[in-house]
């Protein structure tokens, strides 16, 4: 149980295009969800909480009309970046805690370049 | 604020004992963590230790944690070429418990 998917696992795309990431919880349902970005040899940095049917809670320096976070549903967060640039190229990983809050559940990551 | 450090390389021969040490700061921390993640891969969940615990032991891993000096640590006992991995300490932050700061990763290299 307690399983997390992301799609797409890996995306190419030009500069100026957006692109949208999904994270599913595949057997529970997760009011919250967090955003991770990832920079190579270098540790998750916690990007925003994403609560189901509200507003998300952005971290300090991340800009939230960059990175939009629609948590619709209690299985579904999905991350947009938007006017993507090569410096948000990155592997960005969500995460799903559980039912009973106990622990975060880390989906696989999606690895996004952009050109 | 939040600091969560950890060594960032450890190289063990197969079927040796690996320890891996990390330090954090918030005092108020619940819970502590430990996640392995292999390349391309996400987060795995190893083991976790509630705060007012010294050691929490779970088949061939073993947690240490000296709240008093902030120092958490994993063995894991018979290292396996497939324990090559990167492996983060992260740590609760203050009252959200579910909210979380990762140290830096420590990357574990087996050799035969």
């Known amino acids: 149980g307690a399983v997390v998917s992301q799609h797409p696992s890996w995306v190419i795309c030009k500069s100026g295009t957006s692109v949208k990431i999904e994270c599913r919880s595949l057997d529970f349902q997760a009011t919250t969800m967090f955003w991770y970005r990832q920079f190579p040899k270098q540790s998750l940095m916690l990007m925003a909480t994403s609560n189901e049917g509200s507003k998300a809670t952005y971290e300090q320096g991340v800009e939230k009309d960059k990175f939009l976070i629609n948590h619709a549903s209690l299985t579904l967060s999905t991350l947009t970046v938007t006017s993507a640039h090569p410096e948000d190229s990155s592997f960005y990983i969500c995460?799903?805690?559980?039912?009973?809050?106990?622990?975060?559940?880390f989906g696989p990551g999606t690895r996004l370049l952009v050109l | 604020g939040e600091d969560v450090e950890q060594s960032l390389f450890l190289s063990v021969r197969e079927g040796d004992s690996s320890v891996i040490n990390c330090t954090y700061t918030?005092?108020?921390?619940?819970?502590l963590y430990w996640y392995k993640q292999e390349p391309g891969a996400g987060l795995q969940l190893l083991t976790y230790?509630?705060?007012?615990?010294d050691m929490k032991q779970d088949q061939r891993l073993t947690v240490l944690l000296n709240k008093k000096d902030k120092h958490l640590s994993l063995r894991i006992a018979d290292t396996q070429t497939g324990d090559s991995a990167i492996y983060f300490c992260a740590e609760s932050i203050g009252s959200n418990d579910y909210k979380l700061s990762f140290g830096a990763g420590t990357t574990v290299t087996v050799r035969a």
């Open positions: 995460s799903a805690l559980g039912e009973r809050e106990e622990t975060q559940y």
């Open positions: 230790i509630f705060s007012n615990m």
């Open positions: 918030d005092s108020s921390s619940t819970y």
